[in-house]
């Protein structure tokens, strides 16, 4: 099974509170992402980072942001969560293999609800 | 932007049947990719396609990629109940970022 963790794995909160939904993995990779997913839609890309002290922005905007301090952690943090940002966030890793394609390995994810 | 987008949106076999499911995209990529999530689960790599290959086999999987129409196929081969699960295509520009469609959900009836 992979070795890259989430937690917590569900999240209920009120509105206007901060979170940080953590993302670990022991494989060393270089490469992290944070993916947003609801349900029957597709995965949208909201935060990369390519090594330590490296993050970026994906393609769907987010008021999330992230850091990168150290190549095994790529916390993802909510200032002050809204109901809008009710959804199911997904973290991976990757390391380029032969001739550079980028497999990702991803976390269990973490549901949150913001009431 | 949405670059995968597969086809059908869901499908519901009987067991020792086969599944096949469709990938369209739109820009040139470097390689093409198949993950599976189970409910409430992260996605799983299941096989990558690069752009000059047409067909390739894992087990019970076969992929095909036609880059002249930018669509990429996935069928499985006597399925199982333990095949029950969303399947996603992801296109790899070369980028380092992997672009997901919406998946095609799948259910195996025994």
């Known amino acids: 099974e992979a070795d890259i963790y989430q937690t917590p794995r569900y999240l209920v909160i009120g509105t206007g509170k901060k979170i940080t939904l953590e993302c670990s993995q022991t494989?060393?990779?270089?490469?992290m992402y944070w993916y947003q997913q609801d349900p029957g839609m597709e995965l949208h890309l909201i935060h990369y980072s390519y090594g330590v002290n490296s993050t970026e922005k994906g393609d769907l905007s987010s008021e999330s942001t992230v850091s990168r301090i150290r190549t095994e952690h790529f916390p993802l943090t909510l200032e002050s969560a809204r109901p809008s940002h009710t959804s199911q966030y997904l973290c991976?890793?990757?390391?380029?293999?032969?001739?550079?394609?980028?497999?990702?390995?991803f976390g269990a994810g973490s549901r949150l609800t913001v009431l | 932007s949405q670059q995968g987008e597969e086809d059908p949106q869901a499908l519901s076999i009987q067991e020792g049947e086969n599944a096949t499911m469709n990938c369209s995209y739109k820009?040139?990529?470097?390689?093409l990719q198949w993950y599976r999530q189970n409910s409430g689960r992260g996605l799983v790599h299941l096989i990558l396609?690069?752009?000059?290959?047409r067909e390739k086999h894992s087990g019970r999987l076969r992929v095909t990629l036609d880059t002249s129409k930018k669509s990429s196929s996935l069928l499985i081969t006597a399925s199982r109940a333990a095949d029950t699960a969303s399947y996603f295509c992801a296109t790899d520009g070369n980028d380092y970022k992997l672009s997901f469609g919406a998946g095609t959900t799948v259910t195996v009836r025994a």
């Open positions: 820009t040139s990529i470097n390689n």
């Open positions: 494989m060393g990779h270089d490469k």
């Open positions: 396609i690069r752009s000059n290959e």
């Open positions: 991976a890793s990757s390391e380029s293999g032969v001739r550079g394609a980028n497999v990702l390995t």
